[in-house]
């Protein structure tokens, strides 16, 4: 195993914990921060920036972005993603679900804790309305978790279109969360902390979830499976658009009625052979 699973795998692991890990110390830092009531360098200068961008068509397009990731449309969304994967996977829809609502948990309370005043550098400016306080941005923390929830899920899911899931849900998350700097109801270090929390938070629950609703049988085959063996079954699932889990499911029914004499399931007989034999 540590001769096949390392090599494979070690440099996810790596990338999914690196990424994890920072975007705790990232909100942990800037709530600090902003706890002590200390200012970042980099807020100021870039919301000049955006400043100097505003016309007519521009302030339309980020008022649009900004509505599609206030609170009214994201909680349909939420509701409605959620009620779709109840009848394709109850597990994944529970994930969806408590993604988005503890990550908005998360958000509302420290907004309520710090009460960090909205910026008010271009008393000019005055294009959204919003009675809450600043940090993190509400916007930035959905507009995340949303993105990265939906491409967890559809890599589970459907893994031929997660590279598609990354690209819009990155270019979501970044647009709804520059909309806000536009806008200038945001500063950048509300906008990065929104990011940070809802990366942050979705990937623990999806680490904390996968981990306890793994099953640890098929997890064990797996991982005394050759190299061979895996890499062709994780070729059969995606061009099936199956999960990992959902082929040697099938696999391990397959081989469980053909070792007791029985007829193997509906479409496990040739997921054996293909997931089995040699590339």
């Known amino acids: 195993m540590d001769r096949t699973l390392w090599p494979r795998l070690s440099w996810r692991l790596l990338l999914y914990w690196a990424v994890l890990l920072g975007s705790v110390w990232a909100f942990a830092e800037l709530t600090d921060e902003v706890y002590e009531q200390e200012g970042f360098f980099f807020d100021e200068p870039v919301l000049g920036w ?3 961008l505003i016309t007519p068509l521009r302030t339309r397009v980020a008022l649009a972005l900004s509505t599609v990731g206030g609170v009214e ?3 349909g969304l939420t509701a409605l993603i959620t009620l779709l994967l109840w009848f394709r996977s109850r597990r994944e829809a529970v994930f969806f679900a408590a993604s988005m609502v503890g990550a908005s948990a ?5 907004k309520v804790l710090l009460a960090r005043p909205r910026p008010e550098l271009f008393p000019d400016v005055d294009l959204w309305q919003t009675g809450s306080s600043s940090f993190p941005s509400g916007h ?3 507009s995340a978790a949303l993105a990265l929830t939906l491409y967890l899920v559809v890599s589970r899911l459907a893994p031929r279109w997660r590279a598609l899931a990354a690209v819009l849900g990155l270019a979501f998350a970044l647009s709804v969360s520059a909309s806000r700097l536009y806008l200038q109801v945001h500063y950048p270090s509300d906008v990065l902390a929104g990011l940070a929390l809802g990366c942050a938070w979705v990937l623990g629950v999806n680490a904390l979830y996968r981990y306890a609703s793994r099953d640890r049988s098929r997890r064990s085959v797996r991982l005394t499976l050759p190299h061979e063996v895996v890499a ?3 070729q059969d699932a995606a061009a099936r658009g199956l999960s990992d ?7 391990l029914a397959a081989h469980y009625a053909l070792t007791r004499g029985e007829e193997a399931p509906h479409r496990a007989p040739s997921a054996r052979v293909d997931v089995f034999k040699s590339p």
Not at 106 to 110: A, K, N, P, Q, S
Not at 245 to 251: L, P, R, T
């Open 50 to 52: 955006f400043y100097g």
């Open 73 to 75: 449309v994201m909680v």
């Open 106 to 110: 998360i958000m509302g309370l420290t």
């Open 140 to 142: 930035a923390t959905g």
């Open 232 to 234: 062709a079954y994780r």
């Open 245 to 251: 889990d959902e082929v040697v499911g099938a696999v």
